[in-house]
Each structure stands twice: as C-alpha cells, then as structure tokens.
C-alpha cells in the first residue's frame, strides 16, 4: 500500500484524507517595471541583424545518441555502433534487475569513454554523478561531463549548465543555456510551435496520478479508440482531435505527421475547417512531407478565411522571408503579425517584437519590443522567453541579469530533442518496468527536469526494493542508498519549486526515516514548503509550535499557522477544527487527562495507521469517522464533567445561623 503523506497533528489517522493538496510547480510571471527597461541608446549597443536573425529557415536538427538506442526506427548515424550497443546493454540490465550484466555494459562504455568518444563520457559522468555502479565522486562527474561537452555532447551541456545553476554560478550557466536555448528553437519555423515534452508526473500528492497515467496510454487508451472509432465513422471533430494527438505526440502516441496529415485532410473534406492552418504548417515545415511554401501559404489564407487568427503568424512569416507569394512584403507581414496580436494571439505579440527590434518594416523601437516579447512571453510563447532571456543576458531594452536570463534560456533549453526521453521513461513506467523507468528519469533529473526528479523520487519511494535501483557497490541498493538517493532528488525538485518535495523531506527529517531524526531541519523544510503556500506544511508548523518540536512553543503561532492552512485551503476546515480544539483544550485544561490523550495519539497512530489506510481511507467509512469524533466528544464532556464534580466537592456548605 503505498505511503501517504503523514504530518503530525492532532488527529493523525483521522486526518490524513482529509488535506488534498494538488502538486505542481508554479509558473513564473514577468512582472517589469519602467525602471527595468533601458531607453537610451547608442546605434553600437543594438543588436545586429544577423545576431537576432530570429526569420531563418530551421537547420539541420540535432541528434540524441540515447534516441537511436530507445527507437530504433530512428536513423541517427551520429554514435557509433559500440556505444549504442553497449547503452541498449545498460538499459537492458536496469530493466530486467541485472547488476552483473549492468557492471559489464557499464565497463565497456568506460572503456569508450577513455577512447574519447563524448557520449560515452556523458554516460560515465552521469553514473558517478548519481553513485550508479560507481562510488559517488563530485570531482569524476564534473571532468566527464566537462569533456563530453567540448565533444559536443548536449546531454552532458544540460547536466553542467544545470550543475552551475544549482551553485547560483550565472555567468557560466547562462552561456551553456543559451546555447542549448537555440538549439532548442532550431526546429521551430513559425509561432505556433508543438509541444516538445509532454510531461506527466506520476504522482499527485503521495497518490498515483492514475488519471493523468490512464491518458497516457497512447492506442491502448480507452478515450483514444473512442476517438479513432469516431474519426473511422465520419465524425469530423474526432479527426480533427485524431490528427492532433498524431502531430504533437501527445498522451503517449508517437509523432506520425502522415498520419496526422491524413487525418486533416480527412477533416477538411467533413467541413472542419480548423484543420487547414496546421496543414499549412506541415508544408511549411516539410513534417513528413517535401516542404512547399506555395501549399503553406494557400492552406495558411484558407486558415486565416475562416478567422482562425494564429494562421496570421504563418502568412506573416512567409511575406517576411518571401516564401510562396511574390516578393518579401514588410508592410503586409506588420500587417498579419497586428491582427494576430489584436485577437490574443502570442505569436503576434512575439513577431511584432521581433520587427520593432530590427527595424524591419518600422522604426526600430526596443522598449516596444520588450513591452510585446513580455506579453508573449507570459503567455508561454518560447521564442518569446528566448529573445527575453537575450535581452537580459545582453542588458538590450532591460536591466542585465544573469540570473533571469539563466532561468528563462533554462525554460526553452528543456524543450529540446533531450526531452524525449521523458515518453520512453513514461511508456516504461506504463508497462511496469520501473527499472527502465527509474534509469531514464534518473538521468533526465541530472539535466535539470523538476518533473524527472520527482519521478524518480517517488519510484524508489513507491516501489522499493522493486524499483531495480543500482547501488554504488555493483548490486542493488541498500535501504540507506535508496533513502539517501530519494531524498537527494526530492531536495532538488524542491529547490525548483516542488512543495511537495519539500514536504515529504519534512515528513523524513521529522519522522527519521532514511536519515537521523531532526526536528529543525524538518521545521526548515516545513518552511520551505510554506513560504509556497502550502496548506499541509503550515499545518505541520502550527503542531510544531504547538508541541516545541523543532521550533519555540508557542500557541499564539500554533494558531496562526493553522489559520493560514485553513485560508490556502477550504479543504482544511475539519483538521483545522479539530487542531484549534486541541489548541484550546492544551490552554485550559493543561495536565488533563484529554491533553494526555491528545499527546499519545502520534505514538499510537503507526500501529493503526494500515488497518485505518485500508478501512477508513480507501473506503471512505464516514461512520468510522462519525463514531471516533462522537468518542472523543465523550470522554471530552466526562473529563469536564469530572472536574466540575470535584470542584463542587471542595466547595464548603456556608455555616447555618440559627436565631
């Protein structure tokens, strides 16, 4: 049965289903003020149009060594075939439990690796920085990562950009991220770019995000069969929907633009028209296809007909460049990037930027620039974030800094090819193979993905023993090894802001398990996940203050915390409740027997803790809830009642006069 998250408090196992907090990380907003912006100018501080020449035609797109071994339908000649074999050997092991067969795989990239070849470097570095089959040796994972990234090797430029900016090193992390950053956006030709990662956590809380897992099941969903019997029996919305899934790769399908492109034209032909746009995108990008601009641009103005207004962004770029019309028309591409702009398309705001920056078409004008790259860029648009991240870096049309810069270069670099291992590791989660699942998101965890580390944290936190987690000493993990390894990859997720990770590092600090227990490191973290707003840590700090574990007693800041619970999270009204009832009874009846009471609930709550979990929990015996909450009424109203008895037995009759 797996773990829920405990936290002290007055009831325990009454509580514990009764705070639902939902996980995830928070996105950030822009916020700029007018003395972030730089308005005066010399012509030598701007940039040049070739540096910001933001309207190229994509490149050659970059290789993933791990993408030839994971689909092998892939044909990225870029690795030898050594490597890819010896990787498919490792990958092999963790999935089937093999420590012997891991070490040998290990030990011929090894040898690889000494040969010079980068990604091999990468894999090494990757394991002494993780203490997979290697003793863990910060000094090991710097050097063969430092000299995968001379090689060439992206993986290993993510894991030391992200290494930096763990260290708050900005001024070499930025440069790494917005090399990465760039390569990231290679492929991206027009505005409306797919999404590169889809990431899916596998937890929600301490629960399995079974939801979000059933969805992503790709052709053996339920959901998607409906849809493909739909889209088969001539239901335009469904192959609307079908062609969609194909062409982003999204809920587990694999990317098939011929596909995809079947099912928009077969959408088309049954009147819907929304289709048209993205047809026009696959000619302009050549997905699947011979790239043919005159196509992009009749299914582009086909789009635009129809008032779908993101297919502006589209003709816009190809009048920039001269693409399928007649001639480069600046004027007619201002045009098409306002009316996108007009209707809250990001991509408008975003391509406007880019004119007003180089003067293309319009005076150039950075300060309007950066105003539109900000709203495109609260909107989540990429190239936004890119060019935002530039203008920081650069100290152009904004204050410098490095440390913006390095977190929005860091946003877009995580959307690049290295992001794929992100499905592999799901689908491998999906059929039950945690080994896999556990080796790939280790290893995307080491590049910097908050949502790998807190994968890969909860596997082993979930699974155990069964999560095939390689010690240090060649077999598997001891019990410490795997605590330790958790708990390293909660913090990280933490420091990204995960509140949940840092929750369940509070709940390890405060209840010892996997480390020594510490109550003010357990406070600290509490603290960490607090200042996040979460409910459940604030409640965990009023029991604390309540109880001077870790932090000063203090009722009046015990109440306080619980309040704030309760003002994050409706949810929180019954613990709440039932935390201020202990509050008061601690205040006024202090020494009774219900404080007593109170007190040895923690103590007793392990060993009821299963049979509540399977009875109380999972069923949602509410009558089991009523009969413990009526209890404790009881023996409240007897205590008081006894006092009161004993009270009225030391009172002394008053003496009878008689007259």
Not at 171 to 193: I, N, R
Not at 221 to 236: L, S, V, W
Not at 395 to 403: D, H, R, S, W
Not at 497 to 509: C, P, T
Request: hydrophobic letters at 40%; glycine letters at 8%; a negative charge.
């Amino acid at each position: 049965m797996p773990r829920r998250s405990t936290f002290p408090h007055l009831l325990p196992f009454l509580l514990l289903s009764l705070l639902r907090f939902t996980v995830a990380v928070r996105p950030f907003v822009l916020v700029i003020s007018n003395d972030d912006l730089i308005k005066d100018y010399s012509s030598d501080s701007l940039p040049s149009e070739s540096e910001w020449d933001d309207f190229s035609p994509p490149s050659a797109s970059f290789s993933d060594p791990w993408l030839s071994v994971l689909d092998p339908s892939s044909s990225d000649l870029s690795t030898s075939d050594e490597f890819s074999s010896s990787l498919s050997d490792l990958i092999t092991a963790f999935s089937s439990g093999d420590p012997a067969a891991a070490s040998a795989a290990a030990a011929q990239i090894a040898t690889e690796a000494a040969a010079g070849a980068p990604a091999a470097q990468s894999v090494i570095g990757f394991l002494y920085g993780a203490g997979v089959l290697r003793t863990p040796d910060k000094a090991r994972h710097f050097m063969y990562h430092s000299f995968a990234a001379d090689g060439g090797d992206l993986h290993s430029k993510m894991a030391l950009a992200y290494s930096y900016f763990r260290q708050e090193m900005y001024e070499k992390a930025v440069v790494l991220y917005a090399e990465l950053a760039e390569a990231a956006l290679t492929g991206f030709l027009m505005s409306k770019e797919p999404p590169m990662m889809e990431a899916v956590r596998l937890h929600s809380g301490t629960e399995e995000n079974r939801e979000a897992l059933r969805k992503s099941r790709g052709e053996d969903d339920e959901d998607f069969q409906i849809t493909e019997y739909q889209a088969q029996r001539g239901n335009a919305p469904a192959m609307y929907k079908l062609g969609l899934l194909y062409y982003y790769g999204l809920r587990g399908l694999r990317r098939d633009h011929a596909k995809a492109r079947y099912w928009f034209f077969k959408a088309v032909e049954k009147g819907d028209t929304r289709a048209m746009e993205l047809l026009g995108e696959i000619y302009a990008r050549g997905a699947g296809v011979e790239r043919n601009y005159t196509k992009a641009f009749e299914w582009l103005s086909l789009a635009a007909k129809q008032q779908y207004y993101s297919a502006y962004n589209g003709l816009g770029y190809l009048y920039v460049k001269g693409y399928g019309v007649e001639e480069k028309n600046l004027s007619k591409a201002k045009e098409y990037f306002q009316i996108a702009a007009e209707h809250k398309e990001p991509g408008g705001h975003y391509n406007l930027g880019v004119l007003y920056l180089k003067g293309l078409g319009v005076k150039r004008d950075v300060v309007t620039a950066c105003n539109l790259f900000l709203v495109a860029a609260n909107a989540g648009q990429p190239k936004a974030l890119y060019q935002v991240a530039k203008l920081f870096q650069k100290g152009i049309g904004l204050k410098k800094n490095l440390q913006m810069a390095t977190l929005l270069f860091k946003t877009v670099a995580e959307r690049g090819p290295w992001s794929s291992l992100s499905r592999w590791a799901l689908e491998a989660y999906l059929k039950g193979d945690t080994g896999k699942a556990l080796f790939l998101y280790s290893r995307m965890a080491e590049l910097g993905y908050e949502v790998a580390q807190s994968n890969a944290a909860w596997i082993l936190d979930r699974y155990g023993e069964q999560s095939m987690c390689m010690g240090e000493a060649g077999g598997f993990c001891s019990d410490t090894e795997r605590h330790l390894r958790a708990h390293s990859l909660w913090w990280q997720a933490s420091e990204q802001g995960n509140e949940h990770a840092a929750l369940l590092i509070g709940d390890a600090y405060y209840y010892g398990r996997g480390i020594e227990r510490d109550y003010e490191r357990a406070a600290e973290a509490y603290l960490h996940a607090q200042s996040q707003s979460n409910a459940q840590a604030m409640f965990n700090l009023g029991y604390m203050h309540e109880h001077g574990q870790g932090l000063p007693l203090d009722l009046h800041l015990a109440k306080r915390y619980y309040d704030q619970a309760l003002d994050v999270d409706p949810a929180a009204k019954l613990p709440v409740t039932l935390a201020l009832f202990s509050l008061w009874v601690r205040k006024n009846y202090a020494g009774s027997f219900l404080v007593s009471f109170i007190d040895a609930l923690p103590d007793t709550y392990p060993r009821i803790q299963e049979w509540v979990e399977g009875i109380l929990m999972d069923e949602g015996n509410a009558t089991i809830l009523t009969l413990l909450a009526c209890l404790i009424t009881v023996l409240y109203l007897r205590e008081r009642q006894r006092r009161q008895a004993g009270v009225a037995a030391n009172v002394q009759p008053p003496e009878v006069g008689l007259n």
